[in-house]
């Protein structure tokens, strides 16, 4: 994303582009409605069914698309069928396409970017858009920062009209056409807020040549920490789109992001997590995952942690780094060993276990012929020697 924002987090769900195009439309905005195939035989039909030249793209949970092969043109159904055939199984970014939108081409004059994230800086909603539609706003953000403009919706009063039409404005937007921008820029704020979206945007919005304005390509992703107000939403979710890994993480309760590095790391609260990762990298290593196993420290919650982490083939050795607040030392060793005797973990452990009753905690744990160490710095730093074999 653009400045503060971070874009996909554990705490997020995508939608697809279908159904982020449904659930704008909901709010007013206009969308380039398609029909979902799973098949080249369906991708046909819906071809023949919506008539004319038609666009297919696959339906993946990754970016860059376009540029992969993944969204193409056809004139008719025969040759749907075929690019379908093409881009079913195709994987893009490690995701592979299980099914396509067949959508209406669409001839238009110009593209536009229009989107509403939350930057953390403010601590506002952010309202954004480019007269550059059409390519990923990152690149524009990093080549052209000046193409973008930006206007902050009020905590209280929300995203206000003068605020929309001063976003057109300053897109160069003709007059007879701002209020037409401003209208489906205010329902975009809405659809965010009222979906507990993290973010929300509409790349290309295009002016066709009947100059009226188009959603052509649609995004959603929802704060997952909100879907308890939208159970509707919430069975969206997609599990073939979701990283085993990760998908496991959530039923059992641990906040999980798989990274690429070979420490993996094991720890309760998120900042001791970050810190943790931060110490990692200081010593020289690369964490090999962002795991928050929570408050609980219970067998069965250590146990699926375990599992999580040693599942990943990258990773060489484990550091588990528990502060013992509210939670006690030695029910996490306990924890610690059962779920030891549940899991056959092959690489090293390094332990580090600080806090209310700590020392009957590390008391078991050096028992059981482990070294627990005092501070997170040499956990650290043994960790990553480890994993580097050394």
Same mark, same amino acid.
């Given at each position: 994303? &653009?400045?503060? $924002?971070?874009?996909?987090?554990?705490?997020?769900?995508?939608?697809?582009?279908?159904?982020?195009?449904?659930?704008?439309?909901?709010?007013?905005?206009?969308?380039?409605?398609?029909?979902?195939?799973?098949?080249?035989?369906?991708?046909?039909?819906?071809?023949?069914?919506?008539?004319?030249?038609?666009?297919?793209?696959? @339906?993946?949970?990754?970016?860059?698309?376009? !540029?992969?092969?993944?969204?193409?043109?056809?004139?008719?159904?025969?040759?749907?069928?075929?690019?379908?055939?093409?881009?079913?199984?195709?994987?893009?970014? *490690?995701?592979?396409?299980?099914?396509?939108?067949?959508?209406?081409?669409?001839?238009?004059?110009?593209?536009?970017?229009?989107?509403?994230?939350?930057?953390?800086? =403010?601590?506002?909603?952010? $309202?954004?858009? =480019?007269?550059?539609?059409?390519?990923?706003?990152?690149?524009?953000?990093?080549?052209?920062?000046?193409?973008?403009?930006?206007?902050? /919706?009020?905590?209280?009063?929300?995203?206000?009209?003068?605020?929309?039409?001063?976003?057109?404005?300053?897109?160069?937007?003709?007059?007879?056409?701002?209020? *037409?921008?401003?209208? &489906? %820029? +205010?329902?975009?704020?809405? /659809?965010?807020?009222?979906?507990?979206?993290?973010?929300?945007?509409?790349?290309?919005?295009?002016?066709? @040549?009947?100059? =009226?304005?188009?959603?052509?390509?649609?995004?959603?992703?929802?704060?997952?920490?909100?879907?308890?107000?939208?159970?509707?939403?919430?069975?969206?979710?997609?599990?073939?789109?979701?990283?085993?890994?990760?998908?496991? /993480?959530?039923?059992?309760?641990?906040?999980?992001?798989?990274?690429?590095?070979?420490?993996?790391? &094991?720890?309760?609260?998120?900042?001791?997590?970050?810190?943790?990762?931060?110490?990692? !990298?200081?010593?020289?290593?690369?964490?090999?995952?962002?795991?928050?196993?929570?408050?609980?420290?219970?067998?069965?919650?250590?146990?699926?942690?375990? +599992?999580?982490?040693? %599942?990943?083939?990258?990773?060489?050795?484990?550091?588990?780094?528990?502060?013992?607040?509210?939670?006690?030392?030695?029910?996490?060793?306990?924890?610690?060993?059962?779920?030891?005797?549940?899991?056959?973990?092959?690489?090293?452990?390094?332990?580090?276990?600080? *806090?209310?009753?700590?020392?009957?905690?590390? +008391?078991?744990?050096?028992? /059981?012929?482990?070294?627990?160490?005092?501070?997170?710095?040499?956990?650290?730093?043994?960790?990553?020697?480890?994993?580097?074999?050394?």
């Amino acid at each position: 994303m &653009i400045g503060a $924002v971070v874009e996909s987090e554990g705490g997020a769900m995508d939608l697809h582009e279908y159904q982020a195009a449904e659930l704008f439309a909901r709010y007013g905005i206009p969308v380039n409605r398609g029909i979902v195939a799973r098949t080249p035989e369906e991708a046909s039909a819906a071809a023949e069914q919506l008539g004319g030249r038609v666009v297919v793209k696959a @339906q993946v949970h990754a970016g860059g698309r376009g !540029k992969a092969g993944g969204i193409r043109l056809a004139d008719d159904p025969v040759q749907a069928e075929a690019v379908a055939r093409q881009i079913l199984g195709m994987e893009i970014r *490690g995701r592979i396409v299980r099914k396509v939108l067949v959508a209406p081409a669409v001839a238009f004059e110009r593209e536009y970017y229009l989107g509403a994230v939350l930057d953390r800086d =403010s601590r506002r909603i952010v $309202v954004m858009a =480019s007269s550059a539609g059409g390519v990923d706003i990152e690149e524009v953000a990093r080549e052209r920062p000046t193409a973008i403009v930006r206007e902050q /919706a009020d905590p209280f009063l929300g995203f206000l009209d003068f605020q929309a039409r001063r976003l057109a404005f300053r897109l160069g937007i003709e007059p007879d056409l701002v209020r *037409g921008f401003a209208t &489906i %820029a +205010r329902q975009l704020y809405r /659809a965010f807020v009222d979906n507990d979206a993290s973010l929300a945007e509409i790349n290309p919005l295009v002016l066709t @040549q009947d100059r =009226s304005w188009l959603a052509l390509d649609t995004k959603v992703v929802l704060d997952d920490n909100g879907l308890f107000r939208h159970p509707d939403l919430a069975e969206l979710r997609d599990p073939e789109e979701e990283d085993p890994l990760e998908r496991e /993480a959530r039923l059992a309760g641990i906040s999980f992001v798989r990274l690429n590095g070979t420490v993996g790391c &094991i720890v309760n609260g998120a900042g001791l997590s970050m810190a943790t990762m931060d110490a990692i !990298k200081l010593y020289g290593g690369e964490p090999a995952n962002f795991l928050d196993i929570g408050g609980g420290a219970s067998a069965q919650r250590v146990a699926a942690a375990l +599992r999580i982490v040693v %599942a990943d083939p990258n990773v060489r050795a484990i550091l588990v780094n528990i502060f013992g607040g509210i939670t006690r030392g030695d029910v996490v060793a306990q924890g610690i060993l059962e779920a030891l005797r549940q899991v056959e973990v092959r690489v090293p452990m390094v332990i580090r276990l600080v *806090g209310t009753r700590q020392e009957e905690g590390r +008391r078991l744990l050096e028992e /059981a012929g482990f070294t627990v160490v005092d501070t997170m710095e040499e956990a650290a730093q043994r960790a990553v020697a480890l994993a580097q074999g050394q």
